[in-house]
């Protein structure tokens, strides 16, 4: 509980994959097709949900990286 | 009476169940004062990852995720998935943030994102105005869960108010008791109720509707049959920007909140869109980008021993507000939003969210919108859900009733 009083900063340069699973979604050019299709489902719909792995992997990388 | 007897069954043992957990809740991982604010609203701050995790699924995944969303979709295909990559661009945003703001608020022992105010920012007034904010922007949220309860009331055949004070009463009452150990606790079954009903949507009705292919030919074709350019399974030339721009809606569709419900969204939004289920779509993505905004600070109570310590304390604070944050100008309501599901207390059993209220107008439009397939097999389930609120268009709740009943 006792506070660190050294000047401490969360700058790293590992934050920067965040933009990687923040930027992709809002490409739709990237998802904005029907083919090809999984399991019948249009790419639309299974790529965005794929994302969710890439947010998912990109948050998780910066988490353990730069955690003290 | 005896068609809903099935209904009536499960309700009221999901219900008992929910209430019991809820009082038993101030006993769990028991705490050596509950008076406290820290034991109330944060539940001694040591929830650790597993039941945080289960308390955030519980409140992500409400009746804006169960019902709002689906509605949008069936109404105007795609447009209705934005909540999918919304949620997936403002994860690594908000964790940015988060993280550094839970060690602050930790060391320091803020509660409300109105303590982070003040101490922070060493103005009590803004501080103030942080708690009433969060307090009168509550309000439309509980309403709209006890229109909530009501629907489901009335789609198991239940009506009169008693029936829902009763049920608001007791929620209220173990909120009241146990504080945030509460909806912590009734998070376990609420996500489980969550996979079933995940389980049963990727399984079985795909397997009784012919598999996903044909449920997405049959969605083309009733899309094809709409007049309305703004639907389909894909996105058009027209609407991919507001797909993807959530936030530039705030402002537009954020502020109106209680208009949106009492004097009809659907005016207003008509009145910019060419087609109303358009409209929907568009307010739609508001309502996701107003999302975050539950998380800030609901309940800024005061804190009278903490007073006298605060302004001591908010030089300290002050050095350890993120440079993070500061840098790329992510300040202000980022950080409110960031009290997260920790102090997210004054709830009901149910999360009071945004969402909620936000979720509910469009299934009204695209019950307008909507071509004549659509509008038969609405009417259909139009017939169990009933009324759901008189002085309000009759419409608007009824598929989220039917369907929140699951």
């Known amino acids: 509980m006792t506070e660190p009083r050294s000047p401490r900063s969360d700058r790293s340069p590992w934050n920067w994959v965040l933009l990687v699973a923040v930027v992709i979604p809002l490409i739709p050019v990237l998802f904005n097709h029907a083919e090809p299709r ?19 992997a990109a948050t998780l990388i910066v988490y353990r990286v730069t955690r003290r | 009476m005896n068609e809903h007897i099935t209904e009536i069954v499960v309700f009221t043992a999901l219900f008992l169940l929910v209430s019991g957990m809820g009082f038993v809740a101030a006993r769990w991982r028991r705490a050596d004062d509950l008076a406290s604010l820290n034991e109330w609203g944060l539940g001694g701050r040591n929830f650790g990852s597993w039941i945080t995790w289960f308390l955030v699924g519980g409140d992500l995944y409400t009746a804006y995720t169960f019902v709002a969303v689906p509605a949008l979709l069936f ?71 006890l229109i909530g309860i009501e629907a489901v009331l009335k789609t198991m055949g239940v009506t009169g108010d008693l029936p829902l004070i009763i049920a608001f009463a ?79 809606r705030l402002g537009a569709g954020a502020v109106p909140l209680s208009a949106q419900r009492d004097r009809g969204a659907g005016v207003a939004l008509a009145g910019r869109d060419q087609a109303e289920h358009v409209g929907a779509a568009r307010l ?33 604070v002050r050095q350890d507000v993120p440079r993070l944050v500061h840098r790329g100008g992510v300040r202000g309501h980022r950080h409110r939003r960031a009290g997260a599901g920790r102090d997210h207390v004054d709830r009901g059993g149910e999360p009071v969210h945004p969402q909620h209220l936000q979720g509910v ?45 699951v």
Not at chain 1, 38 to 56: D, E, N, R
Not at chain 2, 103 to 126: E, I, M, N, Y
Not at chain 2, 198 to 205: D, E, Q, R, T, W
């Open chain 2, 170 to 248: 007791i929620l209220a009452a173990y909120t009241y008791q146990s504080g945030l150990r509460a909806p912590a606790l009734i998070a376990f079954v609420k996500d489980i109720l969550i996979y079933i009903v995940i389980l049963v949507a990727i399984i079985y009705i795909p397997a009784r509707l012919g598999g996903f292919g044909a449920i997405f030919d049959a969605a083309e074709n009733k899309f094809a049959g709409t007049p309305a350019p703004g639907d389909g399974i894909l996105l058009n030339a027209n609407n991919q920007l507001q797909y993807i721009t959530p936030g530039a």
């Open chain 2, 75 to 145: 109404g105007a295909g795609a447009m209705g998935f934005f909540a999918v990559p919304y949620t997936v661009v403002v994860y690594p945003l908000v964790m940015l943030v988060l993280i550094r703001l839970w060690s602050v608020s930790h060391v320091h022992g803020l509660v409300t994102p109105a303590d982070f105010v003040r101490v922070r920012f060493g103005s009590p007034t803004l501080a103030l105005l942080v708690a009433v904010t969060g307090i009168v922007a509550t309000m439309p949220y509980i309403a709209l869960q």
């Open chain 2, 284 to 316: 739609q993505p508001a309502a996701g980008a107003d999302r975050p905004a539950r998380l800030h600070g609901h309940r800024g109570r005061d804190h009278p021993d903490r007073q006298g310590r605060e302004h001591g304390r908010a030089a300290a």
């Open chain 1, 38 to 56: 999984l399991f019948g489902i249009p790419l639309f719909y299974w790529l965005q949900l794929a994302f969710i792995l890439v947010s998912v």
């Open chain 2, 361 to 405: 107008p469009p299934p009204r439009r695209h019950r307008r919108a909507g071509g004549p397939g659509q509008q038969a097999d609405l009417a259909g389930r139009e017939g169990r859900g009933g009324a759901v609120h008189p002085a309000d268009r009759p419409a608007v709740l009824h598929r989220p009733a039917s369907s929140s009943a």
